[in-house]
């Protein structure tokens, strides 16, 4: 599993090819190299997105580089992080419902360095678990097994296992085991 790094800080640039240079030096890139990775994995997004075919949606994720386990569900309209999806890892036999969107990195403006972090970080969904419809799972977040996120929730922290969160105050609620 990759590790959580700290990422520059975004600084506007002028120009698209500056735009580009900047961002093929972050990533340690070349130009047209980077180019072509951001066009192909814009393009997989937009088919995952609306396509209605439940695996087909998985396997454009899996080519965009998202870990992606045994007869996981992928809903429609789910963004996995659109910067760094080889840090979405979804383990077997779990589920994200519709409209879900998991973030990776936070990247913001240089002006909030005093404020907020700029960082990539894992998000992981456990074995098992269960993410409701227009949930948001932030960066370094991990959703243990046989968990379930309530619609409508945001998820900052890492949930234990056998737990359900549900919005708006992020309770959290010890499950008993499932039975199989």
């Not at 580009?20 to 997004?45: E, G, V």
């Not at 960082?119 to 456990?126: L, M, N, R, S, T």
């Not at 991990?142 to 309770?171: C, Q, Y």
Request: charged share 20%; with cysteine.
């Amino acid at each position: 599993m990759r590790e959580r790094i700290h990422i520059p800080y975004h600084r506007q640039k002028k120009g698209l090819s500056n735009q580009i240079l900047d961002s093929s030096r972050r990533r340690q890139s070349n130009p047209i190299a980077f180019i072509f990775k951001k066009t192909r994995n814009h393009i997989l997004q937009i088919l995952a997105l609306y396509c209605p075919i439940k695996s087909w949606r998985v396997m454009f994720h899996r080519w965009r580089g998202v870990h992606i386990g045994n007869n996981v569900f992928i809903g429609y309209n789910c963004m996995l992080d659109h910067a760094y999806p080889e840090y979405v890892y979804l383990e077997d036999n779990c589920g994200l419902t519709g409209d879900v969107y998991i973030l990776a990195h936070t990247n913001p403006k240089a002006f909030f360095a005093d404020v907020f972090e700029s960082y990539v970080a894992p998000v992981v969904i456990g074995k098992n678990a269960w993410i409701g419809v227009r949930s948001t799972i932030l960066p370094g977040a991990r959703i243990g097994e046989n968990s379930v996120v309530s619609a409508g929730t945001i998820v900052s922290k890492n949930v234990p296992d056998n737990t359900l969160v549900a919005a708006p105050k992020n309770r959290s609620i010890k499950l008993k085991a499932l039975h199989r």
